[in-house]
């Protein structure tokens, strides 16, 4: 039965119905603080947790419910008569209700310019206490950190005077859960700036949404952000029309804003199963998209597109003659939402700040097991090194650079090759470098005499090069470092094909 509840609130949503309703159940309420004042200003009888301890709140509030009174009252098993004697003798009633949330922590450090003093004050340490005490001995007490579970306590309540113990487990593992994710930002505040790994990890995420399933149907997913301000990330996007985003949508389209970012030229990106099929830049957004669809205008059908300047009517008009998943920009005139408006199901995202990178942060990949961490795939090349006879001309470099952003994004082993800032041929995912760019050439329309090639590791053997002079290609761009870069230079040599290297190797696997 509940007999006696404390109640410990900083979100005070609901909190005086449900103490009202509790006092007309003959309920004793014990509470500190703010929220005594507010249930006393209400009608409610609670008591200050300080009459019930005889000790007084101090240090600025610091110290309040870490009593042995509170504590024991909390977690005394019921059925054990050892614990009920001492209770006794210790002159401590039982408290079979906890109801608490805790100090606004996550809302104090998202406030801009917070100090770290303010931050640390907002850090609870009683309402964890409390709220775990509760949880592991949920056989015996109600916890509640949600208001939106008071109604469903309440139900209960008022059929059997208490609640099942199926509903105080529930409520005990979404207090376990809501203390480590609350730990695990402070944690995570406290270490932003650190780049050591440290012995243990804990990542917390809250969710945005459940999805209708992940990369197939029978599989569950659900979408998950990271706590704070992520800049020019897909969660701060606001979509304005179409379906749900789904499990794949979300990672392509991650992966075209990836890649976008290294662009600051008007830029559309067209990715297919996380790999880009077509990338263009040029004057405005309209020549830009031309030149993505032309690039491979097989590939771009059913897939995502992503730009960095505003979506106006005329590229519009041209963009909703294609079956297109999702279009992010950082906005759209009013005249091109009309057009869209004939293909509802296309998703148009709109992201203000979609140039705006986040900090360099890790990279993490699931494994059997366990987890891979390693630091973001930053800086684009360490030098710029012409290893040939050839030097490559000022409008090759501009689009060897291209490439090299482009095949950075990219499955391993991967070729890109560009002409005028446009993709003409792209290789990604295979387990021969050769054969990535046999597929690039094999499955291109384009004319590549006069383009550049990107690689984004070395190359083991001449045979690209081989291979890279036959269909036209008359500059590279890779990292270098083989055994045998030797032939990879002397067969550029021989076929008047400059190269140069990078010092930089961008993997992506």
Not at 34 to 53: F, Q
Not at 77 to 99: A, F, P
Request: with cysteine.
């Amino acid at each position: 039965m509940i007999n006696r509840a404390l109640i410990s609130v900083s979100d005070k949503t609901g909190i005086v119905d449900f103490a009202m309703q509790l006092q007309k159940m003959g309920v004793e309420i014990i509470s500190t603080g703010g929220t005594a004042k507010l249930l006393r200003e209400s009608g409610i009888n609670a008591i200050d947790v300080s009459d019930v301890t005889g000790f007084p709140e101090c240090l600025d509030g610091r110290v309040k419910t870490l009593h042995p009174v509170v504590h024991g009252g909390i977690l005394a098993i019921r059925e054990n008569q050892e614990h009920m004697q001492t209770l006794n003798e210790l002159g401590i009633t039982t408290i079979d209700m906890v109801i608490i949330n805790l100090y606004p922590f996550k809302e104090t450090i998202l406030k801009e310019g917070v100090a770290l003093e303010e931050a640390i004050e907002n850090i609870d340490i009683g309402g964890p206490t409390m709220l775990r005490s509760a949880a592991k001995n949920y056989n015996d007490v109600t916890v509640i950190i949600d208001p939106s579970d008071y109604g469903r306590v309440l139900k209960e309540l008022e059929v059997t005077g208490n609640t099942t113990l199926d509903t105080r487990y529930n409520l005990a593992l979404k207090v376990f859960r809501h203390t480590s994710h609350y730990d695990a930002m402070i944690a995570d505040y406290l270490g932003k700036d650190t780049t050591d790994y440290p012995q243990t990890i804990t990542m917390t995420y809250e969710k945005v949404q459940d999805l209708r399933y992940g990369e197939n149907p029978h599989q569950k997913a659900a979408f998950y952000r990271e706590i704070g301000k992520q800049t020019g990330s897909l969660v701060e996007g606001k979509q304005l029309q179409g379906k749900e985003l789904s499990f794949n949508n979300i990672n392509d389209a991650n992966g075209a804003l990836e890649l976008l970012k290294e662009f600051d030229e008007p830029t559309i990106v067209a990715v297919k199963h996380t790999n880009p099929c077509g990338v263009a830049s040029a004057t405005n957004i309209y020549e830009a998209y031309q030149k993505t669809y032309q690039a491979d205008p097989v590939s771009i059908f059913g897939g995502i597109i992503a730009a960095n300047d505003v979506i106006d009517v005329k590229t519009a008009e041209a963009m909703k003659d294609i079956f297109l998943e999702v279009i992010i920009a950082p906005g759209f005139t009013e005249a091109a939402l009309e057009i869209f408006k004939s293909k509802k199901n296309i998703r148009l995202i709109q992201l203000e700040n979609i140039k705006s990178t986040k900090r360099m942060d890790n990279d993490q990949k699931k494994v059997y097991g366990g987890i891979l961490l390693q630091q973001k795939d930053g800086d684009l090349t360490e030098k710029l090194d012409v290893v040939t006879e050839k030097q490559p001309s000022t409008e090759e470099m501009e689009d060897l650079i291209f490439a090299f952003k482009v095949v950075k994004h990219m499955k391993s082993n991967a070729i890109a090759i560009v002409k005028n800032r446009q993709t003409l041929a792209l290789g990604p995912g295979q387990t021969s470098r050769v054969w990535a760019l046999e597929n690039a050439i094999n499955n291109t329309k384009h004319d590549l005499k006069g383009s550049v090639l990107a690689s984004d590791a070395f190359f083991p053997f001449k045979d690209t090069v081989e291979v890279a002079s036959r269909a036209g290609i008359i500059s590279i761009i890779q990292p270098g470092g083989s055994m045998k870069d030797d032939e990879s230079i002397n067969e550029c040599n021989a076929n008047n094909i400059s190269m140069i290297f990078t010092g930089t190797r961008h993997f992506k696997h």
